[in-house]
């Protein structure tokens, strides 16, 4: 995949931590968007090369940055296994 640096310029972040949960969070920037909404779709993998993809359902893989809150995106990833390494990534479509 290309560097995303240019569509996330606050990177990512998590919060919130639970042993089977966590709240991711990005704010995606296009200036070749129009305005309005973008949708992201959220990546979660147990190994940094995104090889080993974790399935997500589809409320939690396909995020709305709404305009409206300044084109800013979370999600709360539910189900995961506690004391384990996850890697995430977001996607501008």
Not at 20 to 31: C, F
Not at 61 to 72: L, N, P
Request: hydrophobic share 45%.
């Amino acid at each position: 995949l290309l560097d995303g640096s240019a569509y996330f310029p606050q990177s990512v972040a998590s919060g919130d931590p639970r042993p089977d949960s966590v709240i991711l969070w990005t704010r995606v920037e296009d200036a070749a968007a129009a305005a309005g909404d973008l949708e992201l779709t959220l990546e979660l993998a147990t190994d940094p090369e995104f090889t080993a993809m974790v399935e997500l359902d589809a409320a939690s893989a396909t995020i709305a940055a709404r305009e409206m809150f300044d084109r800013c995106a979370k999600a709360k990833v539910k189900g995961l296994q506690p004391a384990t390494t996850y890697y995430y990534r977001f996607v501008h479509n």
